[in-house]
């Protein structure tokens, strides 16, 4: 096994200018000439988050055009019609979430979820990072669209450094005038928090991050009622993912048409994905929905770095479904073929596995993370989480029987869509992928009977 | 949520003060949230950033600042893995042991501290100076190998970027973080 990346060097930090239609950028921000830049305009500027600057550039300007006579129904309306899908994971509709909002409300909260927790994806991060104000933009015409007069903005707390960039764009824009009293003079009210998570996955999930700014353990809650009905202090509230928020201003500003001109019917728009992995270039992307992921892998990613093969990718963050090479490279990058290849998109966190990796090690892993993370309330998801991680373990000690691997198949069946929260889910269609798609190994590992070294039985660190 | 194995706090409580400055500022976030419970987190914040772990004073004086039961504090205290309810390590060095990061060498990065610090991960050094750690994930999947120290998120990190970092900590100096860009600015 290839221990280390030669520091990503060479692969990661060049200018890589594609002129092929999509934005590209790694962490030291190389942006190609072209392509569509709906969300990634400032990404690896230096001085893109600052309101000077986004000003400058047009920004304020589709909030000031909603506060100059727009109605929220009408601003519903135009972001119902661009299609816009939930960017947080679920892709529900974001204009029609907004509706379930009750006319009547009198109070209404919003938050801006940029808990951000699902391994492999950090997209958030970049738009909070290099581009704060087109994040709280949106929020500001999200929040008049739902007629919430407090919004939040839930970041990770392991996000410390952003948190600071974010509130600092916070404070210049109370200053500006375009939050606190009587925005730009419209007579519309709202504050926004800023509020630093402090290390659970799990407040990721909409009703556990409402109860988490409860002031609780960020447990999810049992749906019926939703949220958009009874949440925050038991009133509407509307929680919107940070990309999802931050599309909303161009959208206003060029309208649901142009927003569709973008993607596919079923999937308009653009999206960020997040790659990681031994890829030449891994980094956050955005493209039209739609593209071939043979498209994305070869010329946006550049292929695999030197001296590695393609094996499998999980394609919308590690809750979703793996796909081995072959089948993934069939798919094109929307909700639909995604779909219908029996994966999602997700949170577009593309994770992109060499042949050198063994998928067994992985789902270790995977099933740490999801036993560790896993709030306790459901008895299936508490016991089965940690059942899958023993099991797991059990066959890289070179104890497994071919019976564990029905075991798995049976706890699996045990945990899927019984429990309050979808966390559950999260862990068994990793695993059950991984075990329909490279059963093989699993069985080796079983026939074999040997265990696999004790150092590297332990991918974590952890103890028995 | 790992918590670390952590010793037990020591005999008696220890005693328990907060600046005027964080006292204020819990006083302006109980008034500034809809509710004084639903100040709790940043609440909390604000003693971790001021001493680094909440001790039972400070429970006490969220029960009081917050109407809320010592059951709903220490509940939240102990949910959360980043709130800490016993002293901490000088430094710790939280490691990304998820996929991504174990795609790209997370496991050998761990391996490497575990010999230059002499304990095993979730262990403290005698002196107290460092710590080590796994973390679930960083949001920095595409950089990794990573780790994270207090607010500073260091990306690709080699067994030569640990070393120097180690190294630079023991001198008390420590290096600006991958995702410092105010410099640059
Ligand atoms: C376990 C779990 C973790 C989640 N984590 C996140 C997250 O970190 N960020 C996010 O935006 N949505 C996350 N979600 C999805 C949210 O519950 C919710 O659907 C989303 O924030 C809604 O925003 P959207 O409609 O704009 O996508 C998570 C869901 C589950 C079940
Ligand atoms: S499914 Fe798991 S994480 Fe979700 S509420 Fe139940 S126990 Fe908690
Ligand atoms: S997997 Fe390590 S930062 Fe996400």
New binding site residues.
Partial sequence: MRSWRACAAASCRGPTPTGKGWTELNHNGVVGPSGPKLLSARFGRTDGHRLAVYEKEGGYQALRRVLGGMQPAEVQAVVKESGLRGRGGAGFPTGTKWGFVPQAAEQVYFFVNADESEPGTFKDRFLLDYDPHQTIEGTIISCFAVRASLGFIYIRGEFGWLIDRVQKAVDECYAAGYLGKNILGSGYNLDLIVHKGAGAY?CG?ETGLINSVEGRKG??SIKPPFPAVSGFLKKPTIVNNVESVASVPWIIMNGAAAYRAFGTEKSPGTKLFSVSGPVKRPGVYEIPLGMPFRTFFNDVLGGMADGEELKAVIVGGSSVPVLPADEIMNCNLDYESLGSAGTMLGSGGMIIIPKRCDMVELIQVLMHFYWD??????T???EGTGWLHRLVKKLRRGEGTPEDLERIEHVCSGMAGL??????DAAVMPMRSFLAKFRGEFEALIQDQTPVAAESRWPRGEQE | MTKPMQELPMDGTPGFALSPGALARIDALAARYPTKASALMPCLWVIMDELGWVPPGGVDLMVEKLDVTHARVNEVLTFYTMFRDTPQAKHTLQVCHNISCHIMGARPLIRHLEERLGVKLGGRTADGQFQIEGAECLGACGMGPCLQLGTHLYENVTPAKADALLESLRRGVVPRADTDREGVD
Avoid: A, K, V, Y
């Avoid at chain 1, 993370?373 to 459901?378: I, M, T, V």
């Avoid at chain 1, 429990?419 to 559950?424: W, Y």
């Fill in positions: 799990i999930e447990q999810p993370e896993s709030c306790g309330q459901c299936p998801c508490r429990t309050i929260c979808p966390l559950s």
